[in-house]
């Protein structure tokens, strides 16, 4: 069965720091999300993705924050510099559309980042 | 903006015993999505209701969309222990259709 597929799985880095992370979305999905989820809530919309381009990022901190999708396949999040309250559980999620059927989201196992 | 709410937060039940929670917009919404987090893993689609009043079932639960849509629930029949985590709802919103989750309501069950 398909799945998205994120790395690292874990990351600990020291404050200042810069930080990256992977995201491949299952083959044929156009649409691609980042979420933070801090441990007991839910997830947070930081980016989402159609295809190469950008239709939401009102919750990503840009001064910090950016996210690609280069090809419209696979994505990076970045965050320069890591800060303290940057702890979190990143998710990366693909559907294949948005809205009526098949928008379903299919979550990859996220990437735990630690900032010291 | 759009804002999704969840109660409770936590509920402990006794395996065999049934479990509701109840999931609450503040807009009208065009569809809700539910998703189970287990402990350690990532979210996971359960279902999308769409119709005013809808009501579907999945084996031992039952999920509900209200007339207004604007609220909705999920209904597990006989917990089991393999039912244990996190239940969120979901609503689009915005030009983009984008998802706001609920807080959760972390399931345990005892045996």
């Known amino acids: 069965e398909a799945e998205v597929a994120q790395s690292p799985r874990y990351k600990i880095t020291e404050k200042s720091q810069a930080v990256a992370f992977w995201c491949d979305p299952i083959?044929?999905?156009?649409?691609l999300y980042w979420y933070r989820q801090i441990l007991g809530q839910g997830p947070e919309l930081l980016v989402q993705?159609?295809?190469?381009?950008?239709?939401?990022d009102s919750q990503l901190p840009k001064d910090r924050f950016s996210a690609e999708r280069l090809k419209g396949v696979d994505s990076t999040l970045k965050i320069q510099p890591a800060e303290l309250g940057d702890s979190a559980m990143y998710l990366c999620a693909s559907s294949l559309t948005t809205g009526g059927q098949n928008n379903e989201q299919f979550f990859g196992p996220g990437t735990r980042l630690t900032v010291l | 903006g759009q804002q999704v709410m969840q109660i409770p937060q936590y509920q402990h039940v006794q395996e065999g015993e049934d479990f509701t929670t109840y999931c609450n917009s503040s807009?009208?919404?065009?569809?809700i999505q539910w998703y189970k987090q287990r402990p350690g893993g990532h979210p996971v689609f359960l279902i999308q209701?769409?119709?005013?009043?809808e009501v579907k079932k999945q084996k031992r639960l039952t999920f509900q969309f209200g007339e207004a849509k604007k609220n909705s629930s999920l209904h597990i029949t006989a917990t089991q222990t393999t039912d244990v985590g996190t239940y969120f709802c979901a609503g689009p919103s915005g030009s983009a259709r984008q998802l706001t989750f609920g807080s959760g309501t972390q399931l345990t069950v005892l045996p």
């Open positions: 993705f159609q295809d190469e381009s950008v239709v939401d």
């Open positions: 083959s044929g999905h156009a649409t």
């Open positions: 209701l769409v119709k005013s009043g």
């Open positions: 807009t009208t919404l065009s569809n």
